[in-house]
């Protein structure tokens, strides 16, 4: 009987595995068109999946979308664990798997590519969020086989704040992740966008509560910081860190209040979603492999991409503004592309509070 | 007087599930094996229950989803602690190491399956969460407790109390109590009246697999709107609970709401008026559950009352 019933657990386990396996190949270690010469176009993740709906699916999104169009392999790695080491032998994974150009998303890959470029002077490097430097940031270097782009985010949460105050909005959140460069480009530019908006619109006080929760999770304690938030009078939410945006937006649906997205449209994902502060992740990781594939790479460089390349926007399409118009967004938007409006980022002012702002007044939360 | 509701409301987030989880504990640990996988069987819980709210969305929704779904977490702990079982109690294996594995295999599991059968390919599983209660009719307008106990609330709530319940009725009042807690303490008496031992532990893992399972979709519910296979290491905080209650149902409620409490103070107090001005640091409130843990324990070590028998595999033979 016992016997019985062990390999009736066990014939079960195989059967509902090889049923999940017949319906679609494995997307880890994706690649399309694999030749004699492996993969040409490699991407290491950074930490989170790559289906994070972030950083890792808007590269990858790029990357598949460019090689599909010229049939060019591509696959991506998974570093074991987030360390420089681990990153380095998934560098080197890709490379033995026959990498030409390797795509790597993240500021963490800045020393594994400092190191790497080096290493691998025959492969191209395309860096994403960051600039290559060493472990104590003593020496930046990019390598003629290297390129480095940055965005500026502080325009896309510029945006996202502006628009959010011309649309009605005066007690506001900000909830990023981490506090790293990118998160806090995206918290800055929020807040100096909600200013801009309120000194056109005359409103004396904005609102404007300001918090890192540490980590990219969706967590019960974000959800509860955010439904607190919610509770005290807080109209909107900037969340601004990857799955935390999730919490806020389980806690927006319980207060029937706004959230405003990160990275890429997030509006499917809940009707709290009334705008999202998008990067173009893929955009920019295509532009970059054309310019490697049609010889004219930008090695050595670091690019930013803002307003005047395409690099940050709202989805206009999908936003649920009341008043805030596609007109009032281009007007904002050329502003920001032609260079007239120039804002404070991540280097600029140590804290949120010294943004030097009069009209929004910001609070703390740690 | 909303914030108070709201922190309230928001304990139960918090709190129910480390109950319900905790009393899994209280059952397994009870009967003699130690199940340290509580957090591997929140996951397999969660996942296949919000894998099918997820299905169905579309053709159903609200209270009767989400009854169902606690069936299919309930069941899927159930089926999942089997394995634990099998290895700690008929192959006498290390309970730690079995534990261990089941954590490590659950999320994994959960991430591939969820890759392998969703359309775009993703591990995140998404779901419309229609499922909350604004309010309770009629004890909904009870002053005070209505606003603290019966809006914004989820049916879970209540199906955790009631487990409460049932679980003092259980080790207390029947017969299969008496001789679970046997088990845990001195198998060999109970063996030597007759009771069947290794029966008494699966149904021990197997009980406290259910429990788990519920916790997890109770964890996920009301906090996301997907599951991406995980439930935050809350089967670990639920151990402590556990331990932190004693091994007691109506202590583990209090150690749960401790618990919840702490956490959900170390979140929302900028929002608590007498709390935001006192300028003590979050991390403070983040570290009291745990500091309490460690204190009860180091007081209690010498009156501990962790079952004797807990985590030695039963052997027949022996003595």
Known sequence: MKKLLVILLALAMVFSLAACGGTEPAPEGEGEGEGEAGYEIAMITDIGSIDDKSFNQGTWEG????????????????????????YLAAIQLAVDGGAKIIVTPGFLFEEPIFIAQEQYPEVNFILIDGNPHNADYSVFRTDPNTVGILYAEEQSGYLAGYAAVKDGYTKLGFMGGMAVPAVV????????????????????????????????????????????????????????????????????EAAEKAVIGVDIDQSIESDTVITSAMKGLAASVQSALDAYYSGSFPGGESLIYGADKDGV?????????????????DKVFTALADGSIVLKNDTDAESATDLGLSIVKITLVD | MDILFLVVQQTMFFSIPLLIVALGGVFTERGGVTNIALDGMMIMGAFTSILFINKMHGSMSGQSLLLIAILIAVVTGMVFSLLHAYASINMKADQIISGTALNMFAPAFAIYVARMIQANGVQQITFVNTFRIPKVPLLGDIPLIGGFFFRNAYITTYIGLA????????????????????????PHAADSVGINVYKMRYAGVVISGGLAGLGGLVFVVPTSTQFNATVSGYGFLALAVMIFGQWKPMRVLFAAFFFGLMKTVASAYSVIPVLNTLGISSDVFKMVPFIATLIVLAFSSKTSQAPRAVAIPYDKGSR
């Open chain 1, 63 to 86: 990357i598949v979308a460019y090689a599909e169009e010229n049939d060019i392999t591509h696959k991506y790695y998974k570093p074991t664990e987030q360390s420089t080491d681990a």
């Open chain 2, 163 to 186: 487990i409460l319940v049932v679980s003092v009725i259980v080790l207390y009042r029947t017969r299969f109590g008496l001789r679970l807690r046997a088990c845990g303490e001195h």
């Open chain 1, 185 to 252: 480009r995206f918290g800055y530019g929020f807040a100096q966008g909600a200013e801009a908006a309120a000194e056109e619109l005359g409103i004396t006080s904005i609102d404007l509560k300001y918090h890192y929760t540490g980590n990219f999770d969706a967590t019960p304690e974000n959800q509860t910081l955010a439904a607190s938030w919610y509770a005290e009078g807080i109209e909107v939410i900037f969340a601004a860190g990857g799955l935390v945006g999730n919490s806020v937006m389980s806690a927006a």
């Open chain 1, 313 to 329: 926007q709202l989805p206009m399409a999908t936003s649920k503004f009341k008043t805030f118009s596609q007109a009032d967004y």
